[in-house]
C-alpha cells in the first residue's frame, strides 16, 4: 500500500469531483516508433508508444504487429471507451469491470495506484515504477530546509 499524502495533498484529493484512473503502458512493439526508435538510446516503451494502440495509427509508419498486440488493444481502447461514455474505464457497473483486471481509482491512501497494460495482460499496480515518486517526494522533504 503506499504512504499517506500530507494533509494538504489529501484535501485536495477530497476535493476531486470524479475518480482519478492513473495507467502505465509496458506493452512493447519496437516498430511501434518506426525509424526514429531506431535513433533512442534505450529500445524500449517511450511517451506515446500506447497512441498506436488507442488509434491504430502509426507515428511514423504502420508497426508489424507483435504478440500480445491484439489483446494490448482490446483493452486498452475498452478502457478508453468506457472512461468516454461511462466516466469509469471498467464500464456501466460500479461493481464489475469489462476488462481482464478491475481498474481502482488513486484515493487519499494511495496515489501511486495504476493499471499497468502489459503484453501477458493488464494487471493493477499499487506503485508508480517501484516507488519513484516516494522516493523522490522524499528527497524534496529532506531537502526542503
Not at 485536495?12 to 503502458?25: C, D, G, Q, S
Not at 478508453?80 to 471498467?90: D, I, L, R
Not at 478491475?102 to 494511495?110: A, G, I
Request: net charge negative.
Amino acid at each position: 500500500m503506499g504512504e499517506t499524502l500530507p494533509e494538504d495533498k489529501d484535501v485536495m484529493l477530497r476535493k476531486i469531483a470524479n475518480p482519478v484512473f492513473f495507467y502505465i503502458f509496458e506493452h512493447h512493439n519496437p516498430t511501434v516508433m518506426g525509424f526514429l526508435g531506431k535513433q533512442f538510446p534505450i529500445q524500449d516503451v517511450t511517451h506515446a508508444c500506447e497512441l498506436f494502440y488507442l488509434f491504430n495509427k502509426g507515428l511514423v509508419s504502420k508497426p508489424t504487429p507483435v504478440p500480445g498486440d491484439a489483446e494490448v488493444t482490446d483493452q486498452f481502447t475498452t478502457a478508453f471507451t468506457n472512461f468516454a461514455k461511462y466516466g469509469n474505464p471498467n464500464g456501466p457497473d460500479e461493481d464489475k469491470t469489462d476488462l481482464h483486471v478491475y481498474w481502482k481509482p488513486l484515493d487519499n491512501l494511495n496515489h501511486n495506484r495504476n493499471l499497468v497494460f502489459a503484453t501477458n495482460g493488464p494487471r493493477m499496480d499499487e506503485q508508480f515504477f517501484e516507488g519513484r515518486v516516494a522516493k523522490y517526494l522524499e528527497i524534496i522533504e529532506k531537502h526542503r530546509d
